[in-house]
T-cell receptor, first 113, second 115 residues
Framework: AQSVTQPDIHITVSEGASLELRCNYS??????LFWYVQSPGQGLQLLLK??????LVQGIKGFEAEFKRSQSSFNLRKPSVHWSDAAEYFC???????????FGAGTRLFVKA | KAGVTQTPRYLIKTRGQQVTLSCSPI?????VSWYQQTPGQGLQFLFE???????NKGNFPGRFSGRQFSNSRSEMNVSTLELGDSALYLC??????????????FGEGSRLTVL
C-alpha cells in the first residue's frame, strides 16, 4: 500500500536560513509526488510536483525538491526562508487519475526573526 | 477562473444530527475528492468521484457518504454525528481522466464542530 512519511512534526528556522523538509514514500510503481502548503484556516496549495524526467523540480515561492528513487525520498528545500513561509507543509503521493492521493502527516514550519 | 468552492465554511451541529457539505469544482474538472483533516489524524482520504461514480473510498464508516452530480458538483453527508467527526472537511478537484496529472486543487474547507 502506498504511504508517505514526514519524520518532522515541526521545524523552526531563522529567517534567511536554508530549509529542508523530509519526505519518504512507499509506492509500488513510479510515483507522482507532490508538495502542498497550507496556511492557517486555508485549503492546500500546490508548491511543486514530480512526474518524470529531471529529478530536481522547481516550484513556486522559490521552493525546489529532489526525487531520489534509491532513497524513496522527495525532500523539499528552500535556500532562504522568509517569515511568510511559516505554514504547514504536506508531502503527497498519487498517480494518474487523481484518485486517492495520500498525504503525509505534515510538517509545521515556524520562522523566527 | 473560479477556484473550488465549498459551502458552508463553518457549521455547528449536535451529536446524532446529520450534515451535508457541498463542493463546486473548478470548471472542467471532473474528479472530486474529499478529505477529513484533524490535528491528530492529519489528512485522511474519504472518497473520490469521477463522472458521478465513486472510484475510490477511504477507511471511514458507512455514516460517511457522498455523491456527484452531472455538473461535477459534489456533496458529502455525515449521518448520526459523533464528537470525533469535528474536523475540517476539504474538497479537491482534479483534471482526471485521460492524461490527468493528479494535481489536486483544494477549496478552503468546511469546518464542522460537533457538540
Amino acid at each position: 500500500a502506498q504511504s508517505v512519511t514526514q519524520p518532522d512534526i515541526h521545524i523552526t528556522v531563522s529567517e534567511g536560513a536554508s530549509l529542508e523538509l523530509r519526505c519518504n514514500y512507499s509506492y509500488g510503481a513510479t510515483p507522482y509526488l507532490f508538495w502542498y502548503v497550507q496556511s492557517p484556516g486555508q485549503g492546500l496549495q500546490l508548491l511543486l510536483k514530480y512526474f518524470s524526467g529531471d529529478t530536481l523540480v522547481q516550484g513556486i515561492k522559490g521552493f525546489e525538491a529532489e526525487f531520489k528513487r534509491s532513497q524513496s525520498s522527495f525532500n523539499l528545500r528552500k535556500p532562504s526562508v522568509h517569515w511568510s513561509d511559516a505554514a504547514e507543509y504536506f508531502c503527497a503521493v498519487g498517480h494518474t487519475g487523481g484518485f486517492k492521493t495520500i498525504f503525509g502527516a505534515g510538517t509545521r514550519l515556524f520562522v523566527k526573526a | 477562473k473560479a477556484g473550488v468552492t465549498q459551502t458552508p465554511r463553518y457549521l455547528i451541529k449536535t451529536r446524532g444530527q446529520q450534515v451535508t457539505l457541498s463542493c463546486s469544482p473548478i470548471s472542467g474538472h471532473r474528479s472530486v475528492s474529499w478529505y477529513q483533516q484533524t490535528p491528530g489524524q492529519g489528512l485522511q482520504f474519504l472518497f473520490e468521484y469521477f463522472s458521478e461514480t465513486q472510484r475510490n473510498k477511504g477507511n471511514f464508516p458507512g455514516r460517511f457518504s457522498g455523491r456527484q452530480f452531472s455538473n461535477s458538483r459534489s456533496e458529502m453527508n455525515v449521518s448520526t454525528l459523533e464528537l470525533g467527526d469535528s474536523a475540517l472537511y476539504l474538497c479537491a478537484s482534479s483534471r482526471s481522466g485521460g492524461s490527468n496529472t493528479g494535481e489536486l486543487f483544494f477549496g478552503e474547507g468546511s469546518r464542522l464542530t460537533v457538540l
